[in-house]
C-alpha cells in the first residue's frame, strides 16, 4: 500500500507540472546564443522565468519579452522583444552595421514582429520576417539568474 | 479537405510523436495552427518539408496557372486535399514547422469512415 500511494503522489506531482508547465509558466534557461538580447538579458546566459497566460489569452503588449519556436530551427527557443502586434506599422532599421536605411511594413495578420534589443547581433523578425502568433510560447517576467539582475526585465533601451 | 474528411465533421485522432521527432513525411494529413488565426486549429495535407520543391496550382477555379516555389528553411508547405474550397499555403504561404501540432493517424467517427485515412485523391 505505502508503494501505491507514493506512485499516486508521484503521478500527482507529474500532471501539477503538466498543467504548470503548459499552462501558467515555466522556467525558461535561456542559453543565449550570441548576443542578440543585450543589454537585457547577459551574453553567458540567464534564467528567466515565464508565464504562458498572456500568450494563451492574447494579452501581450508591444515591448514585452517572448520566447517563441524559432521559425527557421523548430527545435530551438528563442527569446526576443514584441515589437509590434497584428496591424501595427513597423519601421525598422534593415541593416545597422552598413547603413541607416529604414523600413517600414505593416505586421500581417495573425503574426507579430520580434526583434533583439541588439540589433546589430540578432536574427528576428528582420531576417526571417513576422512571426505566427502561434509560435509565441511565453512572456519572460522574471530574471531569476545572475543574482546581480534578479528581478524584472528591462525595458527596452533607447 | 473532401473526400478525404466529410463536411460535416470528423472525429480523429492525431498523434504528436511525429511531430515531436520530426517523422511527418509528404501525404500525411496534419493539423496546425492557422498563421492567419491563431486560435484555430485547422487539418491540411504535408505537400512538402523544408528544401523540396512544390508546384501547385495558383487559382484552380480561374486558371491551370501552376507556381513552383521551394519551401524555406524550418517550413512546411500544407494544402487541403479539395483545393477548390481550401485556404491553404497556397494562400498563407509555407507554415514554421512550429505551428504543426499532430499528425491525423485514425477517423473514428463517422462510422462508415472508421479506420486510418485516405491517401492523397489523384
Same mark, same amino acid.
Given at each position: 500500500?505505502?508503494?501505491?500511494?507514493?506512485?499516486?503522489? $508521484?503521478?500527482?506531482?507529474?500532471?501539477?507540472?503538466? $498543467? &504548470?508547465?503548459? +499552462?501558467?509558466? =515555466?522556467?525558461?534557461?535561456?542559453? &543565449? +546564443?550570441?548576443?542578440?538580447?543585450? /543589454? &537585457?538579458?547577459?551574453?553567458?546566459?540567464?534564467?528567466?522565468?515565464a508565464?504562458r497566460i498572456s500568450t494563451l489569452t492574447g494579452k501581450l503588449r508591444p #515591448?514585452d519579452v517572448v520566447i517563441l519556436r524559432s521559425p527557421?530551427?523548430p527545435?530551438?527557443i528563442v527569446?526576443k522583444r514584441l515589437i509590434g502586434m497584428e496591424g501595427d506599422?513597423v &519601421?525598422?532599421?534593415?541593416?545597422?552595421?552598413?547603413? @541607416?536605411?529604414?523600413? =517600414?511594413?505593416v505586421v500581417p495578420k495573425g503574426h507579430v514582429w520580434v526583434?533583439? @534589443?541588439?540589433? +546589430?547581433?540578432?536574427?528576428d523578425s528582420?531576417?526571417f520576417g513576422a512571426v505566427p502568433y502561434g509560435l509565441l510560447k511565453g512572456r519572460?517576467?522574471? =530574471?531569476?539568474? /545572475?543574482?546581480? @539582475?534578479? #528581478?524584472?526585465?528591462? /525595458?527596452? /533601451?533607447? | 479537405?473532401?473526400?478525404?474528411?466529410?463536411?460535416?465533421?470528423?472525429?480523429?485522432?492525431?498523434?504528436?510523436?511525429?511531430?515531436?521527432?520530426?517523422?511527418?513525411?509528404?501525404? *500525411?494529413?496534419?493539423?496546425l495552427r492557422s498563421p492567419e488565426s491563431p486560435r484555430k486549429i485547422v %487539418?491540411?495535407?504535408?505537400?512538402?518539408?523544408?528544401?523540396?520543391?512544390?508546384?501547385?496550382?495558383? *487559382?484552380?477555379?480561374?486558371?491551370?496557372? %501552376?507556381?513552383?516555389?521551394?519551401?524555406?528553411?524550418?517550413?512546411?508547405?500544407?494544402?487541403?486535399?479539395?483545393?477548390?474550397?481550401?485556404?491553404?499555403?497556397?494562400?498563407f504561404g509555407?507554415v514554421p514547422y512550429g505551428l504543426l501540432k499532430?499528425?491525423?493517424?485514425?477517423?473514428?467517427?463517422?462510422?462508415? *469512415?472508421?479506420?486510418?485515412?485516405?491517401?492523397?485523391?489523384?
Open positions: 500500500m505505502g508503494g501505491w500511494s507514493s506512485f499516486i503522489s $508521484v503521478v500527482r506531482a507529474f500532471c501539477l507540472l503538466h $498543467v &504548470t508547465n503548459n +499552462y501558467l509558466g =515555466t522556467a525558461v534557461f535561456l542559453q &543565449t +546564443y550570441g548576443p542578440s538580447m543585450l /543589454p &537585457t538579458l547577459n551574453i553567458s546566459g540567464n534564467l528567466l522565468l508565464e #515591448g527557421e530551427s527545435r530551438k527569446c506599422q &519601421t525598422y532599421v534593415v541593416d545597422p552595421m552598413n547603413s @541607416d536605411r529604414c523600413q =517600414t511594413v526583434e533583439g @534589443d541588439n540589433i +546589430y547581433a540578432s536574427k528582420r531576417n519572460v517576467f522574471w =530574471t531569476v539568474l /545572475p543574482r546581480k @539582475d534578479f #528581478g524584472s526585465l528591462a /525595458p527596452k /533601451p533607447k | 479537405m473532401l473526400p478525404t474528411l466529410n463536411i460535416s465533421g470528423n472525429l480523429l485522432l492525431a498523434e504528436r510523436i511525429s511531430t515531436r521527432t520530426g517523422k511527418l513525411r509528404p501525404g *500525411d494529413v496534419v493539423i %487539418c491540411k495535407r504535408l505537400i512538402g518539408m523544408e528544401g523540396d520543391q512544390v508546384t501547385y496550382v495558383v *487559382d484552380p477555379m480561374n486558371s491551370d496557372r %501552376c507556381q513552383t516555389v521551394v519551401v524555406p528553411k524550418g517550413h512546411v508547405w500544407v494544402e487541403g486535399d479539395n483545393i477548390y474550397a481550401s485556404k491553404d499555403s497556397r494562400n509555407a499532430g499528425r491525423v493517424f485514425w477517423t473514428v467517427l463517422p462510422r462508415k *469512415d472508421f479506420g486510418s485515412l485516405a491517401p492523397k485523391p489523384k
